[in-house]
C-alpha cells in the first residue's frame, strides 16, 4: 500500500494533521500544504496519486475546483469535510480522478484510528475506494460506505441537532443575564457538561457551526421537526399539562424501547 504518495491540502492543521501522521505511520509518504507553507497545487498533484483536501468548509469548493483539473484520471481526489453532497458534486464536476467523499467522525485530539466511525461516499471509481477502505480498517476504524445524501441526513441528526441544542441553551442563557458565577454556584454535573458543549458552540470559530447547520439541506426538515416538537413542550408546559407531558415522554420512552 506504500507505492503511491498522499497530498493533503491543509495537512498543517487540525485533523488533515492528524491523518497526515496516520498515514505516515502505515509507511506512507505523505506531503502536506496549508495557506502560507508547502508545495503548491501543481507541484502537489504532479508528485501525489492521491490528494486530500482538508480545509475549511467554506474554502472547500475553491480548493477542489483549482486541484481538480490538475489530477490525472488514474489518481484520487478525496475530502474530509463534514458535509458531503456539494463536495462529491464539486469533486466530480472539477477532475476526471477517481472521486471520494469522506468524513472522520472525529476530532485531532483522538489518540488512534481503533473503533473510530470514518464514512466514505463513493463518487467515480471503485480502485481508491477499495485501497482507502481497506487502510482505514486496517487502522481499526469502523468504515461506512454510504451515498452523500444519506450521510448529511444523519449528520443533520447526529451533529446539527445537538448544534441546535447549544445555541438554542447558549443563546437563552444569554438572555436570561445571569452571571457565570451565580449559575455555577446553582449548577449541577449535567448542566456543566451541556454549558461546556455550548461554550464551544460560542467559542472561537463561529463560522464553522454556521456553516454546518446552513450549509446542509437536510438541516431544513430536522429543523421543522425540532420547532414543531419545541412548540408541542410549550404549549403542555404552558397549560400545567403534566399528564400530558408525561404521557409523550412516556411514548417516547416506548418507541425508543421498540427500537432497540
Known sequence: MNEFRIGIIGGTGGIGRWFAGFFKAQGIPVEVTGRRSGLSLPELASRCRVVI??????????????IGPLLPADALLMDFTSLKAEPVREMLAATKAEAVGCHPLFGPDCPSLSGQNVILCPGRGEVWLG???????????????TTPEEHDRMMALTQGLPH?????????????GVTEERLAAFSTPVFRTRQALAAKVFGPSPDLYAGLLTGN??????????????????ELILRKDA?????????????????E
Do not use: C, W
Open 217 to 234: 439541506a437536510a438541516t431544513a426538515a430536522i429543523l421543522e421537526i425540532y420547532a414543531r416538537n419545541l412548540e408541542r413542550l410549550k
Open 53 to 66: 483536501v482538508s480545509v475549511p468548509i467554506a474554502a472547500t469548493t475553491a480548493v477542489i475546483r483549482e
Open 164 to 176: 441546535l441544542d447549544s445555541l438554542l441553551m447558549g443563546l437563552a442563557l444569554r438572555e436570561a
Open 243 to 259: 399528564a400530558g407531558l408525561a404521557a409523550l415522554i412516556r411514548n417516547r420512552a416506548s418507541a425508543g424501547h421498540g427500537q
Open 131 to 145: 485501497r482507502m477502505q481497506a487502510l482505514f480498517n486496517e487502522g481499526g476504524a469502523r468504515v461506512t460506505v
